[in-house]
């Protein structure tokens, strides 16, 4: 298994910085936004130019990092869009045809760059016509651990909404190995199944920076990284 970043933590920046700072913490591979407003990848340019997007997979490989996956989770909602108007001013409509239209048409688009750069994995949301009434995001309606504040938890309980930095949310998300994810748990289930891919950190730590969390991100995880797994056929003595 490698460790990767999802880079739109730092959308702010080139992706060529994110990069030399990513890979100078060891990360090894990287996660890239997709949907329209990304400043690491242009999924309409990469589908009129491959070159483009062959472009930014070199940059990256000379930098020792893979893409791990194209991340679209704005479109993707778009194929099954919210009742309300939560998805209006991204989609530039609030018609849910037109929408549905959009978001397949885009899903579809990043799917065959994902395929013209050997990309095996595409990431979105489901999307839900009730998803707003349990998952606040987008914001104006909002590979991570996860946290319950177990001395509130009776007040606020496990189905919390609000900031995610407000203190007293019982349940929010954070940097793997601050939450109460049993994470040698997890790789053990991981390997089991043979699983051997990427652990993509999206960091949403309330109370990080973006520089703490990929850095407390890595230093945790890095140690629980198994270099040569036992597969199903292994001959193990001590498996027989």
Known sequence: MKIGLFTVLFNDKPLEEVADYAAG?????????????????DTDKAAED?????????ML???????SALSN???SQMVLPFGDSSLDEW???????????????????????ASELEIKTVVGFFGSTVWESWYIWPPQRLKKDWELQKDILHIDGVTSTGS???????????????GDVPWKRVMTALLEQGYDYVL???????????EDGCEQCIQFLRPLIIKKPLGPDSTAWWLA
């Open 164 to 178: 995610w930095q407000r203190p007293d949310r019982a349940a929010r998300y954070r940097v793997p190995g601050w």
């Open 200 to 210: 993509s950190f999206e960091h949403e730590d309330p109370v990080m920076s973006e």
């Open 61 to 67: 490989a000379d930098k020792g990092l893979e893409i």
């Open 25 to 41: 913490l060891g990360y090894e591979m990287v996660e890239l936004a997709a949907w329209r407003g990304s400043n690491h990848f």
């Open 73 to 75: 989770h704005l479109f």
């Open 50 to 58: 491959i070159s483009y997007a062959k472009g930014i997979k070199k």
């Open 91 to 113: 989609a530039g409509t609030s018609d849910k045809e037109e929408m549905v239209k959009l978001g397949t048409e885009h899903i579809l688009k990043t799917a065959r760059v």
